[in-house]
Antibody
């Protein structure tokens, strides 16, 4: 059974960088079938897909248009985890952030979710 | 305003059936052949209950079923139980944006 364990600060100051990590157990970040995603949820924006990383002979990242200029998702094969960096944050980035797995047996679905991290952007 | 429109709320009594719709209103790149559904209890992460319109992951009761007609996907829950009370979200595969979610539907079991 796949488990995703998130870590990272819950409070970030405006204009700074949000940084979260998702540790994977029961699967590999280098899987040739799965993709590893970040999704956030807020009352104003609902559930919003932010981006993903996956390995198919080489690493590929895809990002949502809304955050493309500010986001980086990095895999870490040595620790079997992946991370989210979102820079130049504003209060609008306040949300619960989830890491998720797209298992590959479907066309875009998320069968494993981290516990969620409430990130508040405030000075 | 979500690109996928869901009713804000639905309700039903134990044992009854309810259907939640998910209509593509402003998602030109959505592919409605690949819709998934999630339930979310308060304070918890969403849980996958339907993928690729009508397939159920292992462990999900067959009381949950999915279907599609044109750009509208539907989730039907039969034999309602108290624990089904939750928020339900649809998600469509979309080119470039990858995953587009509906605004969510609150199911109340009366």
């Amino acid at each position: 059974q796949v488990q995703l364990q998130q870590s990272g600060p819950g409070l970030v100051k405006p204009s700074q960088t949000l940084s979260l990590t998702c540790a994977i157990s029961g699967d590999s970040v280098s899987s040739n079938t799965a993709a590893w995603n970040w999704i956030r949820q807020s009352p104003s924006r609902g559930l919003e897909w932010l981006g993903r990383t996956y390995y198919r002979s080489k690493w590929t990242n895809n990002y949502a248009v809304s955050v493309r200029s500010r986001i980086t998702i990095n895999p870490d094969t040595s620790k079997n985890q992946f991370s989210l960096l979102l820079n130049s944050v504003t209060p609008e980035d306040t949300a619960v952030y989830y890491c998720t797995r797209d298992p590959g047996f479907c066309v875009t679905c998320y069968d494993s979710w981290g516990q969620g991290t409430l990130v508040t952007v405030s000075s | 305003q979500s690109a996928l429109t869901q009713p804000r709320s639905v309700s039903g009594s134990p044992g009854q059936s309810v259907t939640i719709s998910c209509t593509g209103t402003s998602c030109d790149l959505c592919d409605y052949n690949y819709v998934s559904w999630y339930l979310q209890h308060p304070g918890k992460a969403p849980k996958l209950i339907i993928y690729d319109v009508s397939k159920r992951p292992s462990g999900v009761p067959d009381r949950f079923s999915g279907s599609k007609s044109g750009n509208t996907a539907s989730l039907t829950i039969s034999g309602l139980q108290a624990e089904d009370e939750a928020d339900y979200y649809c998600c469509s595969h979309a080119h470039i944006t990858i995953g587009v979610f509906g605004g969510g539907t609150r199911l109340t079991v009366l």
